[in-house]
């Protein structure tokens, strides 16, 4: 039980601003929540965005699996508001299911570096967490201060799981 968080938590508050260009690129996911899509992944899990010409981005995570193999997921992210890449929409189901809107996921960025070294992600009902980060490791320190802050969100930090770090192939 988290002993931080709020009993009913306010509305998930996002960073007031993401440049889509610095956001771009490949991210280490550093610490999540346990959820059913990455159940199989074991270590090195990462998550790589890029802008596509229509405004939407091309989403391509990848994972280490138990047997050794690496895994990728394709999909595809649009903001909720045009130009507003604070607040996405993503799926990664088949484009011919893009019309059934529980195929879309929300990926809200709750808290950023000012230098784009790490963000934090999360979505309203508070069922998926990510920590992401630039380089495959954060020190503890900082791990600590952004699981403290996602705990004034509705987040509880007790329920994270540490992703072990590979070298990001």
């Given at each position: 039980?988290?002993?931080?968080?709020?009993?009913?938590?306010?509305?998930?508050?996002?960073?007031?601003?993401?440049?889509?260009?610095?956001?771009?690129?490949?991210?280490?996911?550093?610490?999540?929540?346990?959820?059913?899509?990455?159940?199989?992944?074991?270590?090195?899990?990462?998550?790589?965005?890029?802008?596509?010409?229509?405004?939407?981005i091309e989403v391509l995570?990848?994972?280490?699996?138990?047997?050794?193999?690496?895994?990728?997921?394709?999909?595809?992210?649009?903001?909720?508001?045009?130009?507003?890449?604070?607040?996405?929409?993503?799926?990664?189901?088949?484009?011919?299911?893009?019309?059934?809107?529980?195929?879309?996921?929300?990926?809200?960025?709750?808290?950023?570096?000012?230098?784009?070294?790490?963000?934090?992600?999360?979505?309203?009902?508070?069922?998926?967490?990510?920590?992401?980060?630039?380089?495959?490791?954060?020190?503890?320190?900082?791990?600590?201060?952004?699981?403290?802050?996602?705990?004034?969100?509705?987040?509880?930090?007790?329920?994270?799981?540490?992703?072990?770090?590979?070298?990001?192939?």
């Amino acid at each position: 039980m988290c002993t931080h968080c709020p009993a009913d938590p306010p509305p998930l508050r996002t960073v007031a601003t993401l440049d889509l260009a610095r956001y771009a690129g490949l991210w280490y996911e550093i610490a999540r929540y346990p959820n059913w899509f990455e159940a199989g992944c074991v270590a090195d899990i990462t998550a790589h965005y890029r802008k596509l010409d229509d405004g939407t981005i091309e989403v391509l995570n990848a994972c280490q699996q138990k047997n050794g193999k690496r895994t990728l997921a394709r999909g595809v992210a649009k903001p909720v508001v045009a130009g507003d890449y604070t607040r996405l929409k993503v799926r990664f189901a088949p484009a011919v299911l893009s019309l059934l809107p529980f195929v879309w996921g929300d990926y809200q960025v709750i808290d950023l570096a000012p230098d784009y070294a790490w963000a934090v992600i999360g979505e309203p009902s508070r069922q998926y967490f990510w920590i992401l980060a630039r380089e495959p490791r954060l020190p503890e320190d900082k791990l600590g201060e952004l699981l403290g802050r996602a705990a004034e969100q509705g987040y509880d930090p007790a329920k994270v799981l540490r992703v072990p770090a590979g070298d990001g192939r």
